[in-house]
């Protein structure tokens, strides 16, 4: 039993979070049992109300005090060898929590719930998190597969033959959301299209998804949400843990993390990863493989250092895959893909003596990404350096946690060479330095009924050779104590990587026709310049009771539309791709509601409708600018999530989960210039995924689960033009809008060691 607990850090890392001296309070002690049974007063314990700026630690005496808050009732301890929980307490009373054997105890003062998938009605930005169990709902074998399981983010493959799958948000492209580990950019640039799979699920304690425009603490690349990954901390992550897993097409996965402390003050976790693939797969007989043959290797190793005044974060990841595909016979059409990908980082955080609200952070990371894609006669090449520093200083105003503000310096450096071999894809030569240095500040305002997150960035692109600032704001209203509104604003910038963002299109006879007019002498899209948009929206949080059991309801709807966007045109014709500077109307219109609601103890119910209106001007050959929907944007999506837990019995438990979905029709790229054979039709079909998983938690230590994926075994017919002349003109591989593999197996087994 470790004697000593460290404080941790909150949402903007290092953003230490303390009780104030206001009424009324919620108090309380926590302790643990020493070495001859008797309880021992615990410091350091972090302990907090829910997505929430307001928290304290526990003193010498293992004593805490809280302001009481009127919108929740829900505080999270979280402390080393024990994943963070959330406790519904009773305000105004005294809290009791006793540590032993690694565990919580807890007295009759508070019930014990366990939360995997949460809104805040606290944070002004509309946030939700996804927690570990419902990752593991889907397997979560890596991070693009891991939104199975929800309905503001759509998971779909590139192209059929690479096998790479992409995230969508607000029926916008993943690049145009930014995604975050630490809070600091993990996944840009060259790592857009094949980095989602570079981030097991099994690393993930839990992901953090953002709506709309994102702080400015953490850039100005967010233009419709950010996806903030907390990867297993000593904190919150168990001694050890091994998973196995293993699928109908011969997919296997091996995934391993080991937590230690080294001292009193220091401690480290250790990650690895590797995945095989080695069976063939051709189910519709095209001559292709329906699953890559490929090789993953993935490490991950971090140290944390924990003192009264000085938390640091340090580590390294490096990422190495090797990938075959194309047709059976690795010949006719042979498919090469090497990624090698390294990264180092570190966090520093300094909290000022006597004022808990006075910190200041650094952060620093650095980036190796070389990616070589050989696809058939097309040979692509790039390698990306990318540095990044964030300096932030905070400060409260006031005698209480009312009131902060933020105020720092970033920069971001990124190195970028790229080089293409292929008779369709010019120019061939991409290389570019882009440095971009900015200072922003932000102001928190947090009470019971408003919450404010105003903030503002200038930065400067020593590319572009422009200055440009991003505004974001976040405001929240609790009209009750059941019901919040939110309202956000704000605009996002980012440099476009034309080539590996749409390399899926290289899998294809497409020409690719780009205006002349983007390109200077090193090929990079000077004129096109940097893609710039506004996102706005509204967001309504409504807790409810039906039938005595409690739910929540959730509405919002956003409006995203670019002043400045690189078009990449399906539309003109089946054999060729344009890529031109926006010049008209791009925007994306998202309405959803969500529906939260228990049954009763054991069975909870998730329900969500969305309806999507994402439309570009394209250029028309004919009559100039036409307004057409965007393809592969299906505008109905219907959702159904039903989890189901049998009581524990002996550490015993059985846990059932299905989830539907409903996809509606998506507009399709233009190929009436095709042959009758090779054909779309204007619009694809509606379509039904179930996926289901049943797990057997055998003890404290050992899980087993077993799934299905795509259950109706619904398949895209014809998911390659042309796929018995793939040298020919009408071959294309990316005309992708649903599965290209049918009904999928899989098994697993979790084996973990609390303490």
Same mark, same amino acid.
């Given at each position: 039993?470790?004697?000593?607990?460290?404080?941790?850090t909150?949402?903007?890392?290092?953003?230490?979070?303390?009780?104030?001296?206001?009424?009324?309070?919620?108090?309380?002690?926590?302790? =643990?049992?020493?070495?001859?049974?008797?309880?021992?007063?615990?410091?350091?314990?972090?302990?907090?109300?829910?997505n929430?700026?307001?928290?304290?630690?526990?003193?010498?005496?293992?004593?805490?005090?809280?302001?009481?808050?009127?919108?929740t009732?829900?505080? !999270?301890?979280?402390?080393?060898?024990?994943?963070?929980?959330?406790?519904?307490i009773?305000?105004?009373?005294? !809290?009791?929590l006793v540590?032993?054997?690694?565990?919580?105890?807890?007295?009759?003062?508070?019930?014990?719930?366990?939360?995997?998938?949460?809104?805040?009605?606290?944070?002004?930005?509309?946030?939700?998190?996804?927690?570990q169990?419902?990752?593991?709902?889907?397997?979560?074998?890596?991070?693009?597969?891991?939104?199975?399981?929800n309905?503001?983010?759509?998971?779909?493959?590139?192209?059929a033959?690479?096998?790479?799958?992409?995230?969508?948000?607000?029926?916008?492209?993943?690049?145009?959301?930014?995604?975050?580990?630490?809070?600091?950019?993990?996944?840009?640039?060259?790592?857009?299209?094949?980095?989602?799979k570079?981030?097991?699920?099994?690393?993930?304690?839990?992901?953090?998804?953002?709506?709309?425009?994102?702080?400015?603490?953490?850039?100005?690349?967010?233009?419709?949400?950010?996806?903030?990954?907390?990867?297993?901390q000593p904190?919150?992550?168990?001694?050890?843990?091994?998973?196995?897993?293993?699928?109908?097409?011969?997919?296997?996965?091996y995934?391993?993390?080991?937590?230690?402390?080294?001292g009193?003050?220091?401690?480290?976790?250790?990650?690895?990863?590797?995945?095989?693939?080695?069976?063939?797969?051709?189910?519709?007989?095209?001559?292709?493989?329906?699953?890559?043959?490929?090789?993953?290797?993935?490490?991950?190793?971090?140290?944390?250092? #924990?003192?009264?005044?000085?938390h640091?974060?340090?580590?390294?990841?490096?990422?190495?895959?090797?990938?075959?595909?194309?047709?059976?016979?690795?010949?006719?059409?042979?498919?090469?893909i090497e990624?090698?990908?390294?990264?180092?980082?570190?966090?520093?955080?300094?909290l000022?003596?006597?004022?808990?609200?006075?910190?200041l952070?650094?952060?620093?990371s650095?980036?190796?990404?070389?990616?070589?894609?050989?696809?058939?006669?097309?040979?692509?090449?790039?390698?990306?350096?990318?540095?990044?520093?964030?300096?932030?200083?905070?400060?409260?105003?006031g005698?209480?946690?009312?009131?902060?503000?933020?105020?720092?310096?970033?920069?971001?450096?990124?190195?970028?060479?790229?080089?293409?071999?292929?008779?369709?894809?010019?120019?061939?030569?991409?290389?570019?330095?882009?440095?971009?240095?900015?200072?922003?500040?932000?102001?928190?305002?947090?009470?019971?009924?408003?919450?404010?997150?105003?903030?503002?960035?200038?930065?400067?692109?020593?590319?572009?050779?422009?200055?440009? !600032?991003?505004? #974001?704001?976040?405001?929240?209203?609790?009209?009750?104590?059941?019901?919040?509104?939110?309202?956000?604003?704000?605009?996002?910038?980012?440099?476009?990587?034309m080539?590996?963002?749409?390399?899926?299109?290289?899998?294809?006879?497409?020409?690719? +026709?780009?205006?002349?007019?983007?390109?200077?002498?090193?090929?990079?899209?000077?004129?096109?310049?940097?893609?710039?948009?506004?996102? !706005?929206?509204?967001?309504?949080?409504?807790?409810?009771?039906?039938?005595n059991?409690?739910?929540?309801?959730?509405?919002?709807?956003y409006?995203?539309?670019?002043?400045?966007?690189?078009?990449?045109?399906?539309?003109?014709?089946?054999?060729?791709?344009?890529?031109?500077?926006?010049?008209?109307?791009?925007?994306?219109?998202?309405?959803?509601? =969500?529906?939260?609601?228990?049954?009763?103890?054991?069975?909870?119910?998730?329900?969500?409708?969305?309806?999507l209106?994402?439309?570009?001007?394209?250029?028309?050959?004919?009559?100039?600018?036409?307004?057409?929907d965007?393809?592969?944007?299906?505008?109905?999506?219907?959702?159904l999530?039903i989890?189901?837990?049998?009581?524990?019995k002996?550490d015993?438990?059985w846990?059932?989960?299905?989830?539907?979905?409903?996809?509606?029709?998506?507009?399709?790229?233009?190929?009436?210039?095709?042959?009758?054979?090779?054909?779309?039709?204007?619009n694809?079909?509606?379509?039904?995924?179930?996926?289901?998983?049943?797990?057997?938690?055998?003890?404290?230590?050992? =899980? +087993?689960?077993?799934?299905?994926?795509?259950?109706?075994?619904? +398949?895209?017919?014809?998911? +390659?033009?042309?796929?018995?002349?793939?040298?020919?003109?009408?071959?294309?591989?990316?005309?992708?809008?649903?599965?290209?593999?049918? #009904?999928?197996?899989?098994?697993?087994?979790?084996?973990?060691?609390?303490?």
């Amino acid at each position: 039993m470790k004697k000593l607990l460290f404080l941790l850090t909150s949402v903007f890392l290092f953003n230490f979070s303390f009780s104030q001296e206001n009424n009324p309070k919620i108090k309380g002690l926590v302790f =643990e049992i020493s070495d001859n049974e008797s309880l021992k007063p615990l410091p350091g314990v972090n302990v907090f109300y829910i997505n929430s700026n307001n928290g304290a630690v526990t003193n010498e005496n293992g004593f805490f005090e809280l302001k009481e808050v009127n919108f929740t009732d829900t505080l !999270i301890f979280s402390f080393i060898g024990y994943e963070s929980d959330t406790l519904i307490i009773k305000k105004g009373e005294e !809290i009791k929590l006793v540590m032993s054997d690694g565990k919580l105890l807890e007295d009759v003062l508070v019930e014990y719930k366990k939360g995997s998938y949460s809104f805040s009605k606290i944070d002004p930005r509309h946030a939700h998190i996804i927690g570990q169990d419902e990752l593991r709902k889907a397997a979560c074998c890596n991070l693009a597969e891991s939104f199975e399981t929800n309905p503001s983010i759509d998971a779909t493959f590139s192209d059929a033959v690479t096998g790479t799958k992409q995230i969508k948000m607000m029926g916008l492209s993943g690049k145009y959301v930014q995604m975050l580990s630490g809070n600091m950019p993990v996944i840009r640039g060259l790592a857009t299209f094949y980095g989602l799979k570079q981030i097991p699920g099994s690393f993930i304690h839990q992901i953090a998804v953002s709506k709309g425009a994102g702080s400015v603490l953490n850039g100005y690349e967010s233009m419709v949400g950010q996806l903030n990954l907390n990867l297993k901390q000593p904190e919150n992550a168990e001694k050890f843990h091994l998973n196995v897993y293993l699928n109908q097409a011969g997919r296997t996965e091996y995934n391993t993390f080991y937590r230690k402390e080294v001292g009193k003050k220091w401690s480290t976790t250790f990650l690895a990863h590797f995945e095989d693939q080695s069976k063939k797969n051709d189910r519709n007989d095209d001559g292709f493989f329906d699953t890559p043959l490929h090789n993953d290797y993935i490490i991950f190793n971090q140290w944390n250092y #924990r003192s009264k005044m000085i938390h640091m974060e340090m580590g390294f990841n490096g990422a190495l895959s090797n990938m075959e595909s194309g047709t059976i016979d690795q010949f006719s059409y042979p498919v090469k893909i090497e990624t090698q990908k390294a990264n180092a980082f570190a966090k520093i955080g300094y909290l000022f003596p006597n004022d808990d609200f006075k910190s200041l952070a650094l952060q620093l990371s650095a980036t190796y990404n070389n990616q070589n894609t050989n696809i058939d006669l097309t040979n692509y090449s790039g390698t990306q350096y990318s540095g990044y520093a964030n300096l932030i200083f905070q400060q409260e105003l006031g005698e209480n946690d009312e009131n902060y503000f933020k105020v720092g310096a970033s920069c971001q450096l990124d190195s970028v060479n790229e080089n293409v071999q292929s008779f369709t894809v010019r120019p061939p030569i991409n290389r570019f330095l882009e440095i971009v240095p900015g200072v922003f500040s932000e102001f928190t305002h947090n009470t019971d009924k408003w919450g404010l997150i105003a903030g503002l960035r200038g930065d400067y692109s020593t590319f572009y050779n422009n200055y440009f !600032i991003t505004p #974001r704001l976040h405001l929240r209203h609790n009209i009750n104590s059941e019901t919040a509104i939110k309202l956000m604003a704000g605009s996002g910038r980012r440099t476009p990587y034309m080539l590996m963002e749409n390399i899926s299109y290289m899998a294809s006879s497409r020409s690719w +026709i780009i205006d002349t007019t983007l390109f200077g002498i090193a090929g990079l899209m000077d004129d096109v310049g940097q893609e710039y948009s506004w996102n !706005i929206g509204l967001a309504i949080l409504k807790e409810f009771t039906l039938f005595n059991r409690e739910g929540t309801l959730t509405l919002d709807a956003y409006h995203t539309y670019f002043i400045n966007q690189l078009v990449v045109d399906l539309y003109q014709s089946a054999r060729e791709v344009h890529f031109y500077a926006l010049d008209g109307n791009s925007y994306s219109n998202s309405i959803q509601a =969500e529906i939260n609601y228990d049954l009763n103890r054991r069975i909870s119910i998730r329900t969500a409708y969305r309806y999507l209106d994402v439309k570009t001007d394209y250029v028309s050959n004919h009559s100039g600018l036409t307004t057409k929907d965007n393809p592969f944007v299906s505008k109905h999506r219907g959702f159904l999530n039903i989890d189901y837990s049998t009581r524990k019995k002996n550490d015993s438990q059985w846990k059932i989960d299905l989830t539907t979905q409903w996809i509606g029709s998506q507009k399709l790229p233009y190929t009436e210039d095709n042959p009758e054979l090779y054909k779309l039709k204007s619009n694809s079909p509606n379509y039904i995924l179930i996926n289901g998983q049943i797990t057997r938690i055998a003890n404290k230590t050992t =899980e +087993i689960y077993l799934g299905v994926e795509n259950a109706l075994n619904f +398949i895209q017919t014809n998911p +390659i033009l042309s796929a018995e002349n793939p040298q020919g003109e009408y071959f294309d591989s990316a005309m992708i809008w649903g599965p290209i593999f049918g #009904r999928m197996l899989y098994f697993g087994i979790r084996f973990t060691l609390k303490d």
